[in-house]
């Protein structure tokens, strides 16, 4: 359940979860690790929370990248809704980190596609282990059935959003992978 919960909740892209009185206390430096490497000055494509943790872009990509396999950084910018030149610079960034390698498109097309390098797989595995325990942290004293309400109303909102911008939710994909572990 919280595999698909998780889908549902970007939320839990953050590695700590702050009230608006600690974002305060914390002041300007932005300890909330929302920022991807900007003027806190750290490595690209790790977040602020720690040394090995991945920002919220690099961890959306190498999702993704996980998720559906080498990708162009034409179809990654389709996937995100975003403009091709900013994946290419957040793809760059993944590549110069190590994260992420530029490979000759299997299906022997012109584009160069991206794949997570044993690196990038290995510190997204431990990303999202670590986001998944957070997010079942957080949910600890919740009723079963809280849960499951909450989840259905994560899906309803997503569905709705999703339908305004003409896209189905979840997506084909998202729904075979659903029952595949049933």
Known sequence: ????????????????????????????????????????????GVDRCGPDRLDRSAYFL??????????????????FHLDVSTVNRQTGTLVRSGLLERIPDPDGGLARKLRATTLGADRFTAERDRRRAALAGILEGWAEEEVARFEE??????REVETREGRAWPREDDRADDTAGV
């Open 62 to 79: 190498l999702s993704r990248l996980d998720a559906e396999g080498a990708m162009s950084i034409g179809q990654l910018a389709d996937a």
């Open 1 to 44: 359940m919280l595999e698909r919960l998780e889908r549902e909740l970007m939320l839990v892209a953050r590695c700590h979860v702050f009230t608006p009185r600690e974002r305060k206390a914390a002041g300007a430096a932005g300890a909330d690790g929302a920022g991807a490497g900007g003027a806190g000055g750290t490595e690209a």
């Open 153 to 158: 109303m994560l899906t309803r909102f997503n």
